[in-house]
């Protein structure tokens, strides 16, 4: 079974512009979740979908967006980019809700420069 | 904030030796996970212990729970280079059931 994959691995970017990333969950895992990881701030939850629907939300501001499509792939959007979302962004894919007893299993990141 | 906290930050032992790595939580847990990152990629998921738990065994890994104290420790016996990571806890965040992680341990392991 393929794990996790994020596109793209790596990304630099420009302050003021807006990114996406993608994640593809395992086959079958319907919910996925998305982390920030910076060496200041270690890793912290950004949002969960699942079925379509935003279940959780982190303390991040509105330029952090996300959506889940029907076939479980999840998309983040960063609008107005500063330089301090410079990031490793993790997304990580469980058959349920995470937070629970559900084992995340996690892409390999996308690395994000902020510039 | 982070909900888990691990403690020592760095821990750098030779090889065959014992590697203990301890996490620190602040609000009732339903459960409790470790995780390996190596090298800055994606987390592995090592193991699980529920709050009803005390201990808990995978292999060379040995993760303890002590909900009164609101702590959890990860022994890795007979340390390999290939254990070389940083580990993490992840708690539920109680109530939130938001995943909530620590700073995490980073290991050494000398050849």
């Known amino acids: 079974k393929a794990g996790v994959t994020q596109t793209p691995r790596y990304l630099i970017k420009t302050r003021g512009q807006q990114v996406t990333l993608s994640c593809s969950p395992i086959?079958?895992?319907?919910?996925v979740s998305w982390y920030q990881q910076t060496p200041g701030q270690g890793l912290q939850f950004l949002f969960e979908?699942?079925?379509?629907?935003?279940?959780n939300k982190g303390n991040f501001p509105g330029r952090f967006s996300g959506r889940q499509f029907s076939n479980s792939r999840s998309e983040m959007n960063v609008s107005t980019l500063e330089l301090g979302d410079s990031a490793l962004y993790l997304c990580?894919?469980?058959?349920?809700?995470?937070?629970?007893?559900?084992?995340?299993?996690f892409g390999p990141g996308t690395r994000l420069l902020v510039l | 904030s982070q909900q888990g906290e691990e403690d020592p930050q760095a821990l750098s032992i030779q090889e065959g030796e014992n590697a203990t790595m301890n996490c620190s939580y602040k609000?009732?847990?339903?459960?409790l996970q470790w995780y390996r990152q190596n090298s800055g990629r994606g987390l592995v998921h090592l193991i699980l212990?529920?709050?009803?738990?005390r201990e808990k065994h995978s292999g060379r890994l040995r993760v303890t729970l002590d909900t009164s104290k609101k702590s959890s420790s990860l022994l890795i016996t007979a340390s390999r280079a290939a254990d070389t990571a940083s580990y993490f806890c992840?708690?539920?965040?109680?109530?939130?059931?938001?995943?909530?992680f620590g700073r995490g341990t980073s290991l050494i392991v000398h050849p």
């Open positions: 979908y699942f079925s379509e629907t935003q279940r």
């Open positions: 086959s079958g895992h319907r919910s």
């Open positions: 992840a708690t539920d965040g109680g109530g939130s059931y938001i995943p909530t």
């Open positions: 990580a894919s469980s058959l349920g809700l995470a937070g629970g007893d559900e084992t995340q299993y």
């Open positions: 212990i529920r709050s009803n738990e």
């Open positions: 609000t009732s847990i339903n459960n």
